[in-house]
C-alpha cells in the first residue's frame, strides 16, 4: 500500500495537469456547443455528431477525471479501503450506470425529437434509444458496484473478526 501511495505521490501532478486539460476541454466544447446552437439552431447542432458527442462525452468525463483526482487524493492520504473511498466508487460507479443508460440516451432522443418534430418526420424510440445507450459504461459501472460493495463487506467482516478476537 505504501508502494501505491507513493506512485499516487509521483504521479499527483500529471493527473492535475491532465484534470486542468480537461476542464479546459469542457469549458470549450460548451461554449463552442452554445454558439453552434445560437448560430445555426438545435437542428444544425444535432445533424453534426462531432460537437453533439463533445457536448455529452467532454462535461461528463471531466466529472469521472474530478472523482478519480479525489480517489487519488484520498491514497495520498492513507486511505485506502475506507468507507470515503468507497463511497466515491460507489458515486462512480452510479454515475457511470446513469450516463449509460439514462443521461446520453435521454439527451439523444430529446435533440432527435426536437429535429424531427420540426421536420415532421416520426421516429421510434426503441431504436434511437438502443443505438445511443452506452452499455459498456453501464457494465463498468455495475462490475465497479459490485467490487464496491464486495470491499465494503469484506471490511465489515474484518472489523467484526477483529472484535471477537
Known amino acids: 500500500m505504501i508502494a501505491f501511495q507513493k506512485l499516487c505521490q509521483l504521479n499527483q501532478g500529471k493527473i492535475m495537469g491532465f484534470t ?7 469549458l470549450m466544447s460548451l461554449v463552442g456547443g452554445i454558439a453552434i446552437i445560437s448560430k445555426k439552431g438545435v437542428a444544425e447542432f444535432a ?9 455529452i462525452t467532454v462535461p461528463t468525463s471531466f466529472i469521472f477525471l474530478l472523482l478519480v483526482h479525489k480517489i487519488f487524493n484520498l491514497y495520498i492520504q492513507g486511505e485506502f479501503f475506507t ?29 432527435e425529437y426536437l429535429v424531427l418534430a420540426n421536420q415532421g418526420e416520426d421516429f421510434s424510440f426503441t431504436t434511437l434509444y438502443l443505438g445511443s445507450a452506452d452499455f459498456v459504461v453501464a457494465v463498468i459501472g455495475y462490475c465497479l458496484h459490485l467490487a464496491a460493495a464486495v470491499t465494503k463487506i469484506s471490511r465489515e467482516l474484518e472489523e467484526e473478526q477483529e472484535l471477537t478476537i
Open 47 to 55: 445533424s453534426d455528431p462531432v460537437f453533439f458527442n463533445l457536448m
Open 20 to 26: 486542468i486539460f480537461m476542464g479546459i476541454m469542457t
Open 83 to 111: 468507507a470515503n473511498v468507497l463511497n466515491v466508487f460507489k458515486t462512480i460507479a452510479k454515475l457511470a450506470i446513469s450516463y449509460g443508460l439514462i443521461i446520453k440516451p435521454g439527451i439523444m432522443i430529446a435533440t
